[in-house]
């Protein structure tokens, strides 16, 4: 099965092709923003790359957040454009479950949600722990003690540096984004499903009174 992966939730463009376990071609961008001029070359260059046309894909995967409202709506509007076009199924993966595939073992994938709270979820090698939630810093942690209970976990995200000094034994590891290759990799053992943002919270946007 060959997936087209796709990530524009946070500040990062990534585009991936996989067959199977095997990486066809894979880009990505460090981006605050932007991701809507970006994203269409990106995928056009990495099919390129990888040397097939669109009509080999089997299947289009994206995340659907949480993350920037931006963003997020972007990739979706995108993989859902692309998948009604080539007349294929779409996959929507979680911003934090593609996080946490990064990482074996026990790790807490966190991204800043700003206004004082962070998006969090808990995996051990890759089964779900919680569902994701947008919590305080310190509540985070307090979930984090929980469900760690001493051992070693690696905190994994935009956020994790924010809650570097209040969780204890953890290793921590930045990141701008959800990496597209971990996103076609989930994508494939999934159901495809209509695609829709996982919104956490209400938009920071308001409109006038």
């Known amino acids: 099965m060959i997936v087209l992966g796709l990530d524009t939730c946070l500040s990062s463009c990534s585009v991936a ?11 990505r961008e460090v981006m605050a923003r ?19 046309g669109f009509d080999r894909l089997a299947r289009i ?4 957040g949480p993350g920037s409202f931006t963003g997020l709506r972007v990739g979706i509007a995108f993989a859902k454009g692309l998948a009604l076009a080539l007349d294929l199924p779409a996959v929507g993966i979680g911003t934090l479950e593609a996080l946490a595939a990064e990482v074996s073992g026990l790790v807490f994938p966190v991204i800043d949600a700003r206004r004082g709270q962070v998006y ?14 947008a919590v305080t810093a310190e509540t985070a942690a307090a979930r984090i003690a929980e469900l760690s209970m001493g051992r070693p ?5 935009s956020g994790a540096a924010l809650l570097a000094d209040l969780a204890s034994g953890a290793t921590v ?11 076609a990799r989930l994508a494939a ?4 499903g209509p695609l829709k943002p996982l919104y956490l919270r209400a938009p920071d946007a308001k409109l006038p009174a």
């Open 173 to 183: 590891a930045a990141a701008e984004g959800a990496d597209a290759r971990q996103v």
């Open 61 to 64: 995967a994206v995340t659907v």
């Open 34 to 52: 932007g991701h809507q001029e970006r994203l269409a070359p990106m995928a056009r260059d990495v099919m390129a790359q990888a040397g097939i």
């Open 189 to 192: 053992g999934r159901e495809p």
């Open 120 to 133: 969090l979820q808990a995996f051990e090698d890759g089964r779900a722990l919680m569902a994701p939630d």
């Open 153 to 157: 976990f690696t905190l994994l995200g």
């Open 17 to 27: 092709v996989l067959e199977g376990e095997r990486v066809l071609a894979s880009a």
